[in-house]
């Protein structure tokens, strides 16, 4: 069945101790005492989640009866008055909203719905990867940063793949110091209300009792199968009958489950120096990598206020970096709300081809980045979030045509990450999580720890590295970017929490703002718009750029804004990358043939995927009605898990 949307990318075709106990018990600033009631809800929580546990495995009802939620238009989008959930898995959405119901903060639901996310997608994310974490406070406007990227360990040296590349991307040699458990700790600490061992319930069972592999994850296996056979710890969990495992099969990790059991009873220190780290560890060093039990223990999770940058009449919180991804939205943004009317989002292909040339200018600009604590990127970080920079690049944009990557003036080679997985989480106070996980490459460096079950990253290989000779048709690898002990790779990734910043006073913004709505809505600047991000390595600026400005731009319904056809560049090689395939449910996602010609009258050079991004998105109504006594209004939720990884969301 035929589903229309014309506009940006033309139409769519057919389709306790201390370090464990719940976090009021520390004493935070803003804690209450450890009272009897208390206790009775923490326990009252434990129980929500806990009776979760016996459906997990079957994604949730098509209908969702309970209160505040309303019957489902698709499986891949829920709505909800009170609270929802998005991510890859529609399990780990579930154990999301679970915790959502037991009472939990939405960094509670981040939290378990991550920990499900790395037993059940394996090839995307898990413990033995990294994080970035955006979380809002809704009635603060607190908005807080978490960077558990994985750091080079302290053996690392710029030069440590001269003599065998293959390394910097496959094998143990290729793991950066994962940190993703002590980003979830550290969010917990801050936000949390349930027990931090109640969070981690539903991935221990999964692991443990077996999940069913879903045709998205036996896809990868399948493409994967002969790595995955090659290595004993894969092969056991994957492979275990000498062939991966097939859609509609059940894996079991007992390993796994034993050592996030040892880190829900003893805390993030049983990974980070304790029995659970020294194990990983040992199975690291015994393949061949350079990670220590003294690179766990001296990790930390760098925390700090989220980045706020304006475009377009909205505010973004996001990361800053070495996350590239705000700044390169924001630079994108500005580029295009620029002109002086933003109807050519809406109408033909023209938005399309000016998008594109946003991305190459922008992917040119984003290789000055890198981890701050190293390198100085605060000028960087200034031009590429400054208008008068966008309206620069703008006046080289040429509607009718499009140009060589030298045209752009790049000066170093592109960062070539992968993989990852992003979830969003809204509860009913409108405190927010945007979260983006990932072990870079699927499966990561297709090594697994066979004495805790932990797929380990080769995040290692988003360092730039020197090299003695630079191939034609290539650019110099980005110093910015070079390995050193301690230091975090530059990264896409795009978690972002979205907010009306209507009053802000910009022509664009009086374009999309007129003074009438002022009066109207005199409360919607500052409130929560949306939560959105992506998986997709290089392409995820692109993936949420597309979404952000389908639905809030064009006026495309948070469903179509994510399932509409995108276009991706990586500027080496000029190439423009169009969807055009079939996903798990029997959608067809496709560019559409005038579309195709548009671009190619304009000299753009064009080939489709069938691997296109992946976003989960968030968006909340903002009627006048939703204010709510405390200023902070409470609106229908609209949350969307995308059909390319077959996501199903799940609303409270």
Request: glycine fraction near 10%; aromatic fraction near 6%.
């Amino acid at each position: 069945m035929a589903a229309k949307a014309g506009a940006l990318l033309g139409p769519l075709l057919p389709v306790g101790d201390d370090d464990h106990a719940p976090p009021a018990s520390r004493g935070r600033k803003h804690g209450r005492p450890w009272t009897a009631l208390a206790i009775a809800a923490a326990l009252l929580a434990m129980s929500g989640l806990l009776l979760f546990l016996s459906s997990v495995g079957d994604g949730g009802p098509a209908v969702d009866g309970r209160s505040g939620a309303r019957p489902r238009r698709s499986r891949h989008e829920a709505e909800s008055e009170t609270g929802a959930a998005a991510a890859d898995d529609a399990r780990c959405s579930e154990v999301g909203a679970a915790a959502l119901r037991a009472g939990g903060h939405a960094v509670d639901a981040a939290v378990a719905a991550a920990l499900c996310l790395g037993v059940v997608h394996p090839m995307s994310s898990g413990v033995g990867g990294g994080a970035f974490i955006v979380v809002r406070d809704a009635a603060s406007g607190e908005a807080v940063a978490f960077d558990a990227r994985e750091t080079a360990p302290a053996a690392a040296t710029p030069d440590m793949y001269a003599r065998d590349p293959t390394r910097k991307y496959k094998g143990a040699l290729s793991m950066g110091v994962p940190g993703e458990l002590a980003g979830l700790h550290a969010a917990w600490a801050r936000y949390g209300r349930l027990p931090w061992a109640s969070l981690f319930a539903p991935a221990i069972r999964l692991a443990r009792d077996g999940f069913e592999v879903v045709p998205y994850v036996a896809h990868s296996l399948s493409q994967k199968a002969s790595d995955v056979l090659a290595d004993p710890g894969l092969r056991a969990v994957f492979a275990p009958r000498g062939r991966v495992l097939a859609a509609g099969e059940t894996c079991f990790n007992p390993a796994l489950a034993d050592s996030l059991q040892r880190v829900a009873d003893d805390g993030v220190a049983a990974f980070y120096g304790g029995a659970v780290g020294e194990r990983f560890v040992r199975d690291v060093r015994a393949a061949g990598g350079v990670v220590t039990t003294e690179d766990l223990k001296a990790y930390e999770v760098e925390v700090g206020d989220a980045l706020r940058a304006d475009a377009m009449g909205f505010s973004f919180l996001g990361m800053p970096p070495p996350s590239s991804g705000t700044v390169g939205m924001t630079m994108m943004l500005n580029i295009l709300g620029g002109y002086e009317s933003v109807e050519y989002l809406k109408k033909g292909f023209l938005g399309v081809h000016r998008l594109i040339e946003a991305i190459k200018h922008m992917l040119a600009v984003r290789m000055d980045l890198g981890d701050p604590a190293f390198v100085n990127v605060a000028g960087s970080v200034s031009e590429m979030l400054s208008p008068p920079f966008a309206d620069k690049i703008r006046r080289r944009v040429v509607d009718n045509t499009t140009f060589p990557p030298g045209y752009y003036m790049p000066k170093w080679a592109q960062l070539r990450d992968q993989g990852t997985s992003h979830l969003c989480v809204v509860d009913g106070g409108r405190n927010a999580v945007a979260m983006t996980t990932t072990v870079n490459y699927v499966f990561g460096a297709l090594v697994l720890s066979p004495s805790t079950g932990v797929v380990r990253n080769n995040e290692m290989d988003d360092f730039s590295v020197p090299a003695d000779r630079t191939p034609p048709d290539s650019l110099p690898p980005a110093p910015a970017n070079f390995i050193a002990p301690g230091k975090r790779p530059l990264s896409s990734m795009t978690p972002l929490i979205i907010l009306k910043a209507c009053s802000r006073p910009a022509l664009i913004l009086l374009l999309l703002c007129p003074a009438s709505l002022f009066k109207a809505y005199p409360m919607q600047d500052g409130q929560l718009a949306g939560v959105v991000g992506g998986s997709g390595g290089t392409n995820i600026i692109a993936t949420v750029t597309q979404v952000f400005l389908n639905h809030f731009i064009v006026g495309m319904d948070p469903l179509a804004a994510v399932q509409h056809p995108r276009v991706y560049h990586k500027l080496i090689p000029n190439v423009v990358t169009y969807e055009n395939y079939t996903v798990i449910d029997g959608q067809v996602i496709a560019l559409s043939d005038e579309g195709f010609e548009f671009l190619k009258k304009r000299g753009h050079r064009l080939q489709s995927t069938s691997s296109g991004a992946v976003c989960q998105f968030i968006v909340q109504d903002l009627p006048p009605a939703a204010a709510s006594a405390t200023g902070v209004f409470r609106g229908r939720l609209t949350a969307v898990s995308d059909p390319r990884k077959d996501g199903s969301p799940a609303g409270l």
